[in-house]
């Protein structure tokens, strides 16, 4: 069976552009959840969602936004791109939105220039 | 105080002996508890989950403090090959039923020849 799936695998933007990142999960697993990933830290949580609801929240602003599809499949949007929005991007998915045990994606590493 | 802490290192050790990594957490109503790998560049990958009876699976061994508010990670015999970052992760569920994923920074461990 695939594992999690995420494109693209690199990315370069300009300060002030959208990009659109996109995750498949586990087949028969029903949530993802969103991490950024910066040099020398750990995974911060973005979002999660689970049959299409946002289940979980962390602490970014509202340019960031994402939404599941009925494939289960999601994408995490940004807007506005800052040079501090540089990071790897980190798709997890877990059989439900409870906590539980989660697999990652390789990442999406973007670069905002 | 930070949520989930970790020391992160360097922890540089011979082979074959044994290491241990400590995390603690702020929240006492922290549900569920995991520990990840990760090596560089690369996502993190699930090492174990940690029950509170405290588990193990092969040279590794995970325990769960409720009281002290931490968990460990025990590695015997190290490897050359466990040479990473390991990184634990605490999960919270409000009172909406929504979770957040915590991580820590990370402990980076070096096996040495």
């Known amino acids: 069976d695939a594992g999690v799936t995420q494109s693209p695998t690199h990315l370069i933007k300009t300060r002030g552009q959208h990009v659109t990142l996109r995750c498949s999960p586990i087949s028969g697993h029903k949530s993802v959840s969103w991490y950024q990933q910066v040099l020398g830290q750990g995974p911060q949580f973005i979002f999660q969602?689970?049959?299409?609801?946002?289940?979980g929240r962390g602490n970014f602003p509202d340019r960031f936004s994402a939404r599941q599809f009925p494939n289960y499949s999601s994408e995490l949007n940004v807007n506005a791109l800052l040079l501090g929005d540089s990071a790897l991007y980190l798709c997890a998915s877990s059989l439900a939105g409870t906590g539980g045990e989660q697999y990652f994606g390789p990442g999406t590493r973007l670069t905002v220039t | 105080r930070k949520e989930v802490e970790q020391d992160p290192g360097p922890f540089n050790v011979p082979e074959g002996a044994t290491v241990a990594f400590n995390c603690t957490y702020s929240n006492s109503a922290s549900q569920s508890f995991f520990w990840y790998r990760q090596d560089c560049r690369k996502e993190p990958k699930l090492l174990m989950s940690?029950?509170?009876s405290g588990n193990e699976d092969g040279r590794f061994t995970a325990q769960l403090n409720r009281a002290s508010q931490y968990i460990s990670l025990l590695i015997r015999d190290s490897k050359l090959s466990d040479s990473a970052t390991y990184l634990c992760v605490v999960t919270f569920r409000f009172t909406s039923g929504t979770y957040k994923y915590i991580f820590g920074t990370g402990t980076r461990l070096k096996v040495l020849a």
């Open positions: 940690v029950y509170s």
């Open positions: 969602y689970y049959e299409k609801e946002e289940r």
